[in-house]
Each structure stands twice: as structure tokens, then as C-alpha cells.
């Protein structure tokens, strides 16, 4: 099975082979003689990216940017070896976000004491500063040029306060990261198959719902999703999205997720509300939902309860 899909209008949709299978995607778009890639997966996404290339006939020098969304670890986890790989790219990285890709200790400190440090070792290898005069800070709507094409970066707060999405004008889609959260393969075409993804640490719900309406003004065709591939004709698919939204709210009221126990509560709550909105609408078992799920929901949980008690701290 290719490790790729041509999604046509030069786009190519990657599977990253991070943690399983088609779980993080990386984008390459090509447009004439220059190439971005957005999204990196980690350093062990870096001969996926290359067979590619090869298949495509590209050559190292070819790679004009490299693009992460956000800092996240499976969106920016292969920065530092791509940045090696290819000599003559620029990085492109939100404002927030450009001093963690040129010192990325406090980023590796974090993530190491979420995962141990031989867990992160082997889902990340080794992380290194990038040069920063390799390093170009994308503000709110500015454009970058790959050949005559225009990608058009907008500020995305909600999921990170260090997001972007970009805008292809060429596809007229928006490379979301994780603005309009994940849609696995088999949850695409269901109700409610578009899911907020509330990760720490800084979700902000408010924020996320601006977001989404502030994309939504571009009228876009399509939706490059990181978690996972594209989704046509989104429009239909966010009020679902915001319905979602609304609930983990709910819930947050529900269980007010203060503590370590209500967090955990919390989280058995999201697996219900889950299997409740999609297992009836799919082939698998609620088991396998659960599988394929788990992480994000466990995730999930720990952002909102990160959210709740700051909103209500503050």
C-alpha cells in the first residue's frame, strides 16, 4: 500500500507513520519547480517523504518551505531534520512559535516529561535548533509565493495560541492542522465525523469557534486535514463541529474537571459522548472506535481541564 495519495491540484497527502496508520499527515504541494511541505510527522517520517520524491522526480534542492501549523510534536516533531535534509528551505512557523524551533529545549523539556525520555526518544530522536536566519515569522495574512501559486497564512487561535492554517488559492483549501480537528478515514462522511480536538495546553474554545468562522469566510472546497486527508464540501460538516464544541462545555459544567479524579471522570464521559455520536453510524465495533480513539480522547480531557481551571481561576 503507497504511503501517499495525489489529491490532485499538485497536493500530495502523506501518512507519517506516526504512532499508527493514517493517523498525521504530511502535505507536499508542488507548483512548477518549487515544493512546501506542511506538516512534518518526526525524524521517522523523513524516508516516507523522500520515496515521494523520488516518485515525483524532486530533488532536495526543490524544497522552498517547510511549514508546520504549530509547534505540536506530530505536526513539527521533523522540523530539525528536515531543516538538515534540505539546506536551501525556509522554515515558516507562526510567531509564537519561531523561538521554540530555534531553542527547542523548554519544547523537548515538556514533551519528555509527558512521555519519559526514552518514549520520547523513540517516537521523536533527537530535536535540534534551527539556524534562525533560516527562519521566516508568518503574520496574520501574509502571503508566501511557491512559483506563481499563493499560500495565504491566516492566525488561528483555539487549538494553540501557535497556530496557522494556510490557504491554498490554487485548491481553494485550507490546510487546517488541528483547527478543524480530526476526521479519521472511516469517520469522514458520518455525522458529528468532524471532532474537536482540545489538547493541552492552551485550548481556548472561544477562540476556536472565531477561528472556524473567520476560515469559513474563504468559502473553501476542501479541508487538508492533518488528522487525517481531506474533506470536501466542509461547509456542512461544522455545524456538527460546533455542536461538539458546545458539548464539551457541557461536560466541563458537568464534572467540573478541578483535580485529577473529576479530569479522569471527565475523560470516561468524552468516551461515551463518542461512542454515543459515531458507533451507530459505522461498520466497526464499539471497541475498535475506542482503539482507534483512546489517545485523542485522553488528550482531550487534559485540555479541557487545563482550560476549565484557568478560565475559572482567572
Not at 6 to 29: F, K, P, R, T, V
Not at 45 to 54: E, N
Amino acid at each position: 500500500m503507497p504511503n501517499y495519495q495525489d489529491l490532485s491540484n499538485g497536493i500530495y497527502c502523506i501518512d507519517s507513520g506516526y504512532i499508527q496508520h493514517e493517523y498525521a499527515a504530511i502535505y507536499l504541494i508542488k507548483e512548477a519547480d518549487e515544493v512546501a511541505i506542511i506538516e512534518t510527522g518526526t525524524y521517522r517520517s523523513i524516508p516516507i517523504v523522500l520515496g515521494l520524491m523520488a516518485d515525483l522526480g524532486i530533488s532536495n534542492d526543490q524544497i522552498k518551505y517547510v511549514i508546520p501549523t504549530h509547534i505540536h510534536l506530530d505536526h513539527a516533531g521533523g522540523v530539525s531534520a528536515m531543516m538538515d535534509l534540505f539546506e536551501q528551505a525556509r522554515l515558516i512557523v507562526h510567531p509564537r512559535g519561531a523561538r521554540h524551533m530555534i531553542d527547542p529545549s523548554r519544547l523537548v523539556a515538556g514533551s519528555v516529561a509527558v512521555y519519559g525520555e526514552e518514549p520520547f526518544k523513540r517516537l521523536y530522536g533527537e530535536i535540534k535548533p534551527v539556524d534562525e536566519t533560516r527562519v521566516d515569522i508568518a503574520n496574520d495574512l501574509d502571503v508566501y509565493s511557491l512559483a506563481e501559486r499563493k499560500l495565504v497564512f491566516i492566525d488561528t487561535p483555539g487549538h494553540a495560541k501557535h497556530h496557522f492554517c494556510i490557504y491554498d488559492v490554487n485548491s481553494k483549501g485550507i490546510f487546517t492542522g488541528d483547527t478543524f480537528g480530526l476526521s479519521y478515514p472511516m469517520l469522514k462522511n458520518l455525522p458529528h465525523g468532524l471532532i474537536p480536538t482540545s489538547s493541552p495546553v492552551d485550548f481556548d474554545p472561544d477562540a476556536l469557534i472565531k477561528s472556524v468562522d473567520r476560515l469559513l469566510d474563504y468559502q473553501p472546497e476542501r479541508l487538508y486535514l492533518t488528522h487525517f486527508g481531506s474533506v470536501e464540501q466542509p461547509q456542512d460538516k461544522i455545524g456538527d463541529f460546533k455542536l461538539w464544541v458546545a458539548d464539551y462545555l457541557k461536560l466541563c459544567e458537568k464534572y467540573n474537571p478541578v483535580d485529577e479524579i473529576s479530569t479522569k471522570t471527565l475523560e470516561e464521559a468524552l468516551r461515551r459522548m463518542t461512542v454515543d455520536k459515531l458507533a451507530n453510524n459505522i461498520s466497526c465495533s464499539e471497541d475498535e472506535l475506542l482503539a482507534l480513539m483512546s489517545s485523542d480522547i485522553r488528550l482531550s480531557a487534559q485540555g479541557l481541564a487545563i482550560w476549565w481551571k484557568a478560565s475559572h481561576d482567572a
